[in-house]
């Protein structure tokens, strides 16, 4: 699906009924824009999803080659994503926080879709409450330990980039649990103009798989 760019049109000041007409017209093409690309975006966690739940059921090519299908499809959609915001700060505020986590999933540092879909949509409230639900789990032995601590570095992950304060602990956590691949994931996305970097980081792990 080809995504069109929205142009934007913002009132000034001095602005008469019809620019600002215009203007809340422009807003409400933005809102329908990002609703558009989240529901986008949640069919393909969905996908990714879907394919781990019946991971035990198909033959290890079937998976591979399912998964490199999808995270192909997210590669085509963080390129169209790049050039919707390309030149358009509005947008860049708006689904910076979805390129971020588009970009995650596709370098295979974030393997957890819901993870990935609340870090798009920059929700760390409900981020803190699926790791509080972990943390429980794992007291009462619902959640194997190294399930728990891949989650919680993602959550972590997905917390800082999202400008929330972890603590000392949370910190610490991250420190000593953060693979190789997060690692420079973290290097990587600190520019928002890096996607070909991720990409190139994502292409090597899938190279890396096969051998």
């Known amino acids: ?18 620019e600002i007409k215009m203007a809340s017209r422009g807003k409400t093409e933005t809102s329908k824009l990002k609703q558009n ?14 394919l781990e739940e019946c991971r035990e059921e198909l033959d290890t090519d079937e998976y591979e080659e399912t998964k490199k299908e ?7 959609f963080n390129d169209s994503l790049k050039k919707i915001m390309s030149g358009n700060m509005t947008l860049v505020d708006e689904l910076s926080g979805m390129q971020l986590a588009i970009q995650a999933a596709i370098s295979q540092a974030f393997k957890t879709p819901e993870v990935i879909r609340l870090f798009a949509k920059k929700q760390p409230g ?9 943390d429980r789990d794992l007291m009462v032995g619902k959640l194997e330990r190294g399930l728990y ?23 610490a956590f991250l420190s000593a649990n953060a693979g190789a691949i997060l690692s420079q994931f973290e290097k990587v996305s600190t520019d928002l103009g890096s996607g070909d970097k991720v990409l190139a980081l ?7 798989t096969k051998k």
């Open 126 to 134: 409900q981020l803190r409450t699926r790791l509080a639900e972990m």
């Open 37 to 50: 690309l989240e529901e986008q975006l949640d069919r393909l966690m969905q996908q990714l999803q879907d």
């Open 149 to 171: 601590t891949q989650q919680k570095v993602e959550i972590l992950t997905a917390l800082r980039k999202l400008g929330e304060k972890l603590t000392a602990d949370d910190e």
């Open 202 to 208: 994502a292409s090597f792990e899938v190279e890396k």
């Open 1 to 18: 699906m080809r995504l069109a760019e929205v142009p934007l049109l913002r009132a000034s000041a001095r602005s008469g009924p019809s």
């Open 70 to 76: 999808t995270l192909e499809q997210l590669s085509e």
